[in-house]
């Protein structure tokens, strides 16, 4: 994977979604995300950190609320 990037938290964005009353398809088309890079995206793969915040603009939150990030070593 390339380097910086990261996956979406699905489990943590499922309530969003919810709350929001949009489906995975309404909110990455509001994001502006290619169905390839969302595909990728709920399948668990990684994405670039502006992709995380497309999505996190589209369900109000911080793109830090829905990402993955690194374990430190």
Request: net charge positive; proline share 5%.
């Amino acid at each position: 994977m390339a380097k910086g990037t990261v996956q979406l938290d699905l489990e943590r964005m499922e309530p969003l979604l919810i709350n929001m009353g949009m489906t995975w398809t309404a909110v990455a088309k509001a994001a502006g995300i290619t169905p390839i890079v969302f595909t990728r995206a709920k399948k668990g793969g990684k994405v670039m950190p502006q992709t995380v915040k497309k999505v996190a603009d589209v369900l109000g939150c911080q793109a830090l609320d829905i990402a993955v990030l690194p374990a430190k070593s």
